[in-house]
Nanobody, 116 residues
Framework: QVHLVESGGGLVQAGGSLRLSCLAS????????MGWYRQAPGKQRDLVAA???????NYVDSVKGRFTISRDNAKNTVYLQMSSLKPEDTAVYYC??????????WGQGTQVTVSS
């Protein structure tokens, strides 16, 4: 069973920064993709950023230039560095891992609140 544990959320003022971490219970080499999603109240859960096993990344347009996804294979951890945060970034952020067999695993989420 795969477990993903997010941390690093919190309350920050607009323009501030946060770094989210997603610790996997096993080697992240076993995952084809890992990504960060977010869900604001009353809205669907959407992809924010993803990183593949080869290190390639992609981002939703609204966070390009502000967020950076990275991975530390030795620590089985994926990070999301968020800068220049805006109130519209407020959401619960979830980590997802997709296996090579196309199984999806989700973390429990971490709340990010950006005050104006």
């Amino acid at each position: 069973q795969v477990h993903l544990v997010e941390s690093g959320g919190g309350l920050v003022q607009a323009g501030g920064s946060l770094r989210l971490s997603c610790l996997a219970s096993g080697s992240i080499f076993s995952f084809k993709h890992m990504g960060w999603y977010r869900q604001a109240p009353g809205k669907q859960r959407d992809l924010v950023a993803a990183i593949s096993s080869d290190g390639s990344t992609n981002y939703v347009d609204s966070v390009k230039g502000r967020f950076t996804i990275s991975r530390d294979n030795a620590k089985n951890t994926v990070y999301l560095q968020m800068s220049s945060l805006k109130p519209e970034d407020t959401a619960v952020y979830y980590c997802k891992a997709e296996s090579w067999q196309r199984d999806d695993y989700w973390g429990q989420g971490t709340q990010v609140t950006v005050s104006s």
